[in-house]
């Protein structure tokens, strides 16, 4: 049904994810975060309440695996969940339930968790582990992410088709870095790189005006942010 990356960027300290799938709006019910503590998708027969537990469970010092054997707990459709992520520290964690619907699978990595189900086949997979370790550091976390589920599609993704796709980082502050959403289009991934593109140009030097936990102020002057925002963008450009 769904295929999905999880990875925490070390430089950055930053945690992302990037997901595709053949059902509307796949970005607003897998994904899951919680500040200082993880993220995960929980996919194949979703289970936000078992995201909740397992973000739980880290949260109180639970490690990745034994957390998941508690969020999965008393749950009848254990077998047909998938669940997967990586935590604060950026240790990764992963299940595929007996039941989940071929071909499914996960593959995890340092900082990097990477699982799906009803795909193509396995070249789903490995393609996307591939695009992820072929890319680099100094590559910004969130091209990266995105990167490794553009391969994923061309090894054929979700093998019913495409529907929708999500991309989110967060980084510690209230606000997340990016998060971004094709809810309903006929290629999806395709779509998302658009819209983070435009995104990455125009609405990322704004963003780095906002108010932060350390400076609640932020840049609030309009001449001052305006030339801010004009120096950021001939500094750094697009991608």
């Known amino acids: 049904?769904?295929?999905?990356?999880?990875?925490?960027?070390?430089?950055s300290v930053q945690i992302g994810i990037a997901?595709?799938?053949r059902v509307i709006a796949v970005g607003a019910l897998c994904p899951m975060f919680r500040d200082g503590v993880g993220a995960l998708s929980s996919q194949s027969y979703t289970s936000p309440v078992a995201g909740?537990?397992?973000l739980e469970a880290l949260a109180n010092g639970t490690g990745?695996?034994?957390a998941i054997g508690h969020a999965l707990t008393g749950d009848d459709g254990h077998m047909w969940r998938q669940i997967h992520g990586v935590d604060a520290a950026g240790r990764p964690f992963a299940?595929?339930?007996?039941?989940?619907i071929e071909w499914c699978g996960h593959w995890t990595g340092d900082a990097v968790?990477?699982?799906?189900?009803?795909?193509?086949?396995?070249?789903?997979l490995d393609a996307t582990v591939a695009a992820w370790n072929a890319g680099s550091e100094a590559q910004p976390f969130a091209d990266r992410l995105l990167g490794a589920l553009e391969a994923g599609q061309a090894a054929g993704g979700d093998k019913r088709g495409r529907q929708s796709a999500a991309l989110m980082v967060r980084g510690g502050e209230i606000h997340a870095a990016v998060d971004l959403r094709v809810d309903e289009h006929p290629d999806p991934v395709a779509e998302l790189r658009r819209v983070f593109d435009l995104f990455w140009a125009e609405r990322r030097p704004y963003m780095a005006t906002l108010?932060?936990?350390?400076n609640p102020s932020g840049i609030y002057d309009p001449d001052e942010r305006e030339a801010f925002i004009a120096a950021w963008k001939a500094r750094e450009g697009a991608l």
Do not use: F
């Open 95 to 100: 299940h595929t339930g007996a039941r989940c």
């Open 211 to 214: 108010p932060t936990r350390e």
């Open 64 to 66: 990745g695996q034994t």
């Open 1 to 11: 049904m769904t295929w999905s990356i999880v990875a925490r960027d070390p430089s």
């Open 52 to 54: 909740e537990r397992l």
């Open 19 to 21: 997901i595709s799938s």
């Open 113 to 124: 968790s990477i699982a799906g189900n009803m795909l193509a086949g396995p070249q789903v």
